[in-house]
Each structure stands twice: as structure tokens, then as C-alpha cells.
């Protein structure tokens, strides 16, 4: 299976570039996801809760980022097994470039299930792909982004705002 799309994001290039490689930015991101750890350098292990159609399963895999070109680009591979479930596997190709003030964000994904899953046929496999990115990618946008604009007026001056990833500790 194969996927393509790109994304506007409304931070600059170094903010994605920087959340794509933080493993508590990518817990957060990744839908079902309930561990993951692990640093650029050795790997990431992941642990993620997943149901495709009729099978659910909890998935232990481990992610590599490799190819980094500072603020511009990577290649992320994972796999990861579920049991009887069966397996996923897959990279995906990341590239960023800085325009409208922000971050287009564009990838190209091929990943491949063995096991119950493949199973299931490629229809419900692809749409669950496709959800799990676009879920993803939504998730890392908003905790850039932060919560979309309100309606109301201007309680206060307005700064610029930050995504949860990038709120303070106070």
C-alpha cells in the first residue's frame, strides 16, 4: 500500500522538523499509541492499540529515523508485530519546506501487513492507513498549531499562540 499527501502547518520548518524526532511529541501523535521511547540516535520502541476492522491487537514495534537533513527532511521505517494479529511494517519519506510563513509538509508512505490482518482485504487495510496518517498528522498540526481560534473578542493582547507541545511548565 502506498500514500501520498502534503500538509500546511503554521509553524516554521525547525519546530516540525524538531517535534517529528521527539518521542513524547510522537506518543502524542500517534493514535493508540501507549509507550513510546527512545532517542534519534538508537531507535525508538513503541507500543500501540490498534483495531482494524474486527481485529484488535496491541502492537510492539521499534521505529528508525534515518536520511536526516536538518529542518528539511527524513526517512522513518518501522515494524512492529501483534501477535496473532499478525504484522505491520512500513516508511515513510518526510519533507519540509518553509512557505506561507510556515511549514509545507509533504510524505510519501508504503507499508505492508502479514497475518490476520492482511486478511481483512486491502479496502478496510488502505482506509485504516489513511486514517491512522491523517489522525497523525492532524494531531501534530494541532500540538503546533495549538486549539483553533475562538469566536469571541480580544479578552487580552492576543500573543502568538503555542501548540501543547510547546507550553511551559510553570
Not at 15 to 41: H, I, M, N, R, W
Request: glycine share 14%; with cysteine.
Amino acid at each position: 500500500m502506498q500514500m501520498s499527501d502534503t500538509r500546511q502547518i503554521a509553524a516554521p520548518p525547525s519546530e516540525v522538523y524538531a517535534a517529528l524526532l521527539d518521542p513524547q511529541v510522537l506518543k502524542a501523535c500517534v493514535p493508540g499509541a501507549t509507550e513510546v521511547t527512545g532517542s534519534v540516535e538508537d531507535g525508538y520502541e513503541a507500543t500501540v492499540v490498534q483495531k482494524v476492522g474486527p481485529v484488535k491487537a496491541t502492537f510492539k514495534g521499534e521505529v528508525t529515523i534515518t536520511d536526516l537533513v536538518a529542518d528539511q527532511s527524513m526517512k522513518i521505517d518501522g515494524a512492529g508485530k501483534g501477535g496473532a494479529a499478525g504484522f505491520a511494517k512500513g516508511g515513510a519519506d518526510v519533507r519540509l519546506v518553509a512557505k506561507d510563513g510556515g511549514t509545507e509538509l509533504s510524505y510519501d508512505v508504503e507499508a505492508k501487513v502479514g497475518g490476520k490482518l492482511a486478511q481483512l482485504g486491502s479496502r478496510i487495510i488502505d482506509g485504516f492507513a489513511k486514517k491512522m496518517a491523517d489522525q497523525f498528522f492532524d494531531n501534530l498540526q494541532a500540538g503546533l498549531e495549538g486549539p483553533a481560534e475562538d469566536a469571541g473578542g480580544d479578552d487580552e493582547e492576543a500573543p502568538r499562540k503555542k501548540g501543547w507541545f510547546g507550553r511551559s511548565k510553570d
